[in-house]
């Protein structure tokens, strides 16, 4: 693709400061993102779909670098909050939604480790996660610390960095998937509910 290059800029939560916030994520605040917005706007040409289309297939040359924002996972506050700001600054995001909450009434991995240190001390939650997996025919483990420590390096604590990296990478995906549920139903409750909150 010749012409100027594009930017993909990717989000997950934008949340309200003030407002009622998970402990368990770290979201964006509307005003950050706001500051961004302001930024991208200033530098780049903001692509709708016909646009980038375009783009892709050879068709449309921006004159000046472009971009696009997108957003993973389809959680609440990609309607709620992120939505009407886009759309007062005539602006267009692309929405990448994980179906399992709707049909399944579960959460994705990532957003129940996001529930249960939003629930659990994370000591307690780490110590939890240890016994639940030892108890695992098979022998999984959960990751190197290392490692934990080299990828999630942003986190602010050894538990949160080795939960996470247990469930994201170090453990079997059905491992991760049966560890997990089992802890949100004794630390979390109602995992329809959770799907239907987040």
């Known amino acids: ?105 579960r959460l994705p991995a990532t957003h129940r480790v996001h529930a249960l240190l939003s629930t659990v001390p994370e000591r307690t939650l780490w110590e939890t996660m240890v016994e639940a997996v030892q108890a695992e025919p098979g022998g999984a483990g959960l990751g190197e610390e290392s490692e934990a420590r080299r990828l999630y390096h942003y986190e602010d604590s050894i538990e949160r960095m080795r939960i996470k990296y247990a469930v994201n990478f170090a453990l079997p995906a059905v491992v991760a998937d049966r560890v997990a549920g089992r802890l949100i139903a004794q630390f979390a409750g109602d995992e329809a509910k959770l799907a239907e909150e987040w």
């Open 1 to 105: 693709m010749k012409g100027p290059y594009g930017l993909a800029v990717m989000y997950h939560s934008v949340r309200r400061r003030g407002e009622p916030c998970p402990s368990g994520i770290r979201p964006m605040w509307t005003d950050e993102f706001e500051r961004q917005l302001d930024w991208l706007t200033e530098r780049f040409e903001m692509l709708d779909g016909e646009r980038l289309s375009g783009v892709l297939a050879g068709t449309y040359r921006p004159k000046e670098p472009w971009c696009v924002l997108t957003f993973d996972d389809g959680t609440k506050d990609h309607a709620t909050v992120v939505t009407p700001i886009l759309s007062r600054r005539g602006l267009v995001g692309f929405f990448f939604l994980v179906s399992e909450p709707w049909v399944d009434r």
